[in-house]
């Protein structure tokens, strides 16, 4: 069974930043796919960003390109994101995703079948 816990998020004002954390317990992290992924309220879940299971492939979402960066530690057994000039845009809960399948189509989260609880992330200009 895999648990994921984020962390990290806030209330911030537009143009600012914030780290999101996902802890992971599970023996062998780095067989794992990891992917953040947020939904904001009345919306769809949507894809943000994903990271390979060696860190060396990182997929984003077109809105979040030059702004968030996806980053693992696999000794930490940790992702994060990294989320900058923030926008108003930007709110809603953020989910950290897991998988330990291979697919091809990381933005899609009917591939992830391990879940976080979420955090709260709020952005006010």
């Known amino acids: 069974q895999v648990q994921l816990v984020e962390s990290g998020g806030g209330l911030v004002q537009a143009g600012g930043s914030l780290r999101l954390s996902c802890a992971a317990s599970v023996r062998t992290f780095s067989s794992y796919m990891m992917g953040w992924f947020r939904q904001a309220p009345g919306k769809e879940r949507e894809f943000v960003a994903a990271?390979?299971?060696?860190?060396?492939?990182?997929y984003y979402a077109e809105s979040v390109k030059g702004r968030f960066s996806i980053a693992r530690d696999n000794a930490q057994k940790t992702v994060y994101l990294q989320m900058n000039n923030l926008e108003p845009e930007d709110t809603a809960v953020y989910y950290c995703?897991?998988?330990?399948?291979?697919?091809?189509?990381?933005?899609?989260?009917?591939?992830?079948?391990?879940w976080g609880q979420g955090t709260q992330v709020t952005v006010f200009s």
């Open positions: 990271i390979s299971r060696s860190g060396v492939s990182t």
């Open positions: 995703a897991a998988d330990s399948r291979i697919f091809r189509n990381p933005s899609s989260s009917d591939n992830f079948n391990y």
